[in-house]
Nanobody, 124 residues
Framework: QVQLVESGGGLVQAGGSLRLSCAAS????????MGWFRQAPGREREFVAA????????YYADSVKGRFTISRASAKNTVYLQMDSLKPEDTAVYYC?????????????????WGQGTQVTVSS
């Protein structure tokens, strides 16, 4: 079993930055692929970024490429999402997710464990 706890959300003006953290506990963290998803009101949960287990390769949705950076600190069992040049359309609840294995997943059904989410609001 893996438990995930997100933090770092908040209110920021357009063009600003936030860093989200996801603290994981439970099983071997480094072997898990970690992902960030987001869900805006009235919309489906969508893929934002992922970092693969073992290799550490990263993948991003086109909408955030070049602005967001996903990273992990295995010693701290923590994954981060650095969000720069934020736009109002980035407003959503952001979720951390984990899947057992080291292959990419971009669909919610591919992830086994989820955090409770953290709200990010970007004002114009």
């Amino acid at each position: 079993q893996v438990q995930l706890v997100e933090s770092g959300g908040g209110l920021v003006q357009a063009g600003g930055s936030l860093r989200l953290s996801c603290a994981a506990s439970g099983r071997i963290f480094s072997a898990y692929t970690m992902g960030w998803f987001r869900q805006a009101p009235g919309r489906e949960r969508e893929f934002v970024a992922a970092i693969l287990g073992i290799s550490g390769r990263t993948y991003y949705a086109d909408s955030v490429k070049g602005r967001f950076t996903i990273s992990r600190a295995s010693a701290k069992n923590t994954v981060y999402l650095q969000m720069d040049s934020l736009k109002p359309e980035d407003t959503a609840v952001y979720y951390c997710a984990a899947r057992n294995g080291y292959v990419l997943g971009t669909r919610t059904a591919e992830y086994d464990f989820w955090g409770q989410g953290t709200q990010v609001t970007v004002s114009s």
